[in-house]
């Protein structure tokens, strides 16, 4: 009887996927509760690369069920593309995966609306999203007038819900690009309607499905997308994600109560890496966030853009993992670090000529917010190859062992690669319950 988190502290990409896969085997249901087809996770098995985006990566186990709960904005022609390569690559649908009939589908207007309104922020710099849909879809859910949910597919009135929306969104497209985009709701009604049928097999009523499993003892695990520091209402807003990603939106996107929640994982990497606009106080644009983004293929999952790349910010993560009531780290990506001499950790902020660790809540403070930083010698080994702490360098013992002091919270998984092998467990067993 319990519900662990796994939630990334930064801004995303912590390779949360491959923890939750590890962690899995624990668990009889994993959930995803936020976001949508922005999300990447890779997972590495052996010679096998699985990419998710909308799928929980628990799906790689047998025998656990995957939900997609009715927080996730669902995009059904990624999730049946997903489903595809999954299948093409031997993992098995059947069974083992639920949408929530809850959950808001993105729809082509949303697409065009956020290649347009993503130019358009208060402060003039673009937020780089995704470009998936998710802002617009999640703003028609708010709005509520021209929203779609999984389930209004399967209503004899979804044609004319998309007649009228579509109307509507031509319109507001006009004002918003100064010029017509074309969209036609015969069209998209067709489309959508042989994706409704291909997904109904697997929509069902999640939240009485996972409120059951909880009072039945059931063990759940919620995946959480993107990063603590993309969150809509505590993150470096307006440059964020449209859910709440940090630890404090599990229950509001899963139905599940925060009363069934025993542990939650904070993922981190050994340093950091942000993708799209915003405040970066510790982005290194040199030669060594250069060499950090090739040592650790930092290119997105879901866009193949180059990740900007920065030292570890201990000012942000404490924030976060205080935020997402966070009781352990997983710290991901130490191999990246190996080859360099020095390393810096981020151990406060100077903003105005005073020093603080709390992180501001407004962007531009976070802008002008300068690095201080602890340096820190560099272990210059491979330490991609260990299975056990005690074999580590001591530089990079200490290394780990200075992060847990400055967030606040154990560290108790280390990864050393992509591979599940490439995993350490501080205490010898996974972590997970
Ligand atoms: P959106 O979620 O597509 O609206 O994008 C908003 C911001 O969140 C942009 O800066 C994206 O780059 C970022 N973002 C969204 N999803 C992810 C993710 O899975 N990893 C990292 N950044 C993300």
């Not at 449209?242 to 009363?259: D, E, F, I, L, T």
Request: net charge negative.
């Amino acid at each position: 009887m319990a519900g662990t988190c796994v939630i990334g502290l930064q801004w995303g990409d912590e390779a949360k996927g491959k923890l939750v896969d590890l962690l899995t085997a624990q668990f009889d249901i994993v959930v995803r509760y936020q976001g949508g087809a922005n999300a990447g996770h890779t997972v590495v098995s052996g010679d096998t690369t699985y990419k998710l985006h909308q799928i929980p990566s628990g799906v790689l186990t047998p025998g656990v069920m995957n939900v997609v709960g009715p927080g996730v904005v669902l995009n059904p022609p990624v999730m049946i593309q997903e489903m595809d390569r999954l299948l093409s690559q031997g993992v098995p649908l059947e069974d083992n995966l639920m949408l929530s009939d809850r959950a808001h589908v993105v729809l082509p207007w949303h697409i065009a609306e956020d290649q347009v309104l993503d130019k358009n922020t208060a402060d003039g710099e673009s937020i780089g999203t995704t470009l998936r849909g998710i802002g617009p879809c999640y703003r028609d859910k708010v709005g509520r007038s021209y929203a779609v949910r999984l389930g209004d597919l399967y209503r004899d009135t979804f044609q004319q819900h998309v007649e009228r929306i579509v109307e509507a969104k031509k319109e507001v497209l006009v004002m918003q690009n100064g010029h017509a985009v074309s969209l036609d709701a015969r069209k998209i009604f067709e489309e959508f309607r042989i994706y409704a049928d291909r997904l109904q097999p697997y929509v069902a009523d999640t939240t009485a499905y996972l409120l059951d499993a909880v009072e039945a003892g059931k063990r759940l695990l919620f995946e959480g997308a993107q990063g603590a520091l993309l969150d809509v209402d505590h993150g470096t807003y307006p440059f964020v994600t449209s859910s709440n990603s940090s630890g404090v939106g599990v229950s509001a996107g899963s139905g599940v109560p925060g009363r069934w929640i025993h542990k939650v994982i904070g993922v981190i990497k050994a340093y950091t890496t942000r993708v799209g606009g915003g405040p970066f106080p510790t982005e290194l644009k040199d030669d060594i966030g250069n060499h950090i983004r090739e040592r650790g293929r930092e290119y997105g999952t879901t866009t193949g853009r180059p990740r900007r790349c920065g030292w570890f910010d201990a000012v942000a993560v404490r924030y976060t993992a205080r935020l997402s009531g966070v009781d352990v780290l997983s710290l991901m990506m130490m191999d990246v670090l190996c080859e360099l001499p020095e390393i810096n950790i981020c151990v406060a902020y100077e903003i105005d000529g005073k020093r603080t660790n709390v992180f501001p809540s407004h962007t531009d403070d976070l802008r002008r917010a300068k690095p201080v930083y602890e340096t820190l010698p560099g272990w210059q080994q491979d330490v991609s190859q260990l299975r056990r702490l005690e074999d580590f360098p001591p530089n990079a013992l200490a290394y780990i062992q200075r992060i847990s002091q400055l967030v606040g919270r154990p560290v108790e998984v280390v990864s050393v690669g992509p591979d599940r092998q490439q995993t350490i467990f501080a205490h010898g067993a996974p972590v997970g319950v």
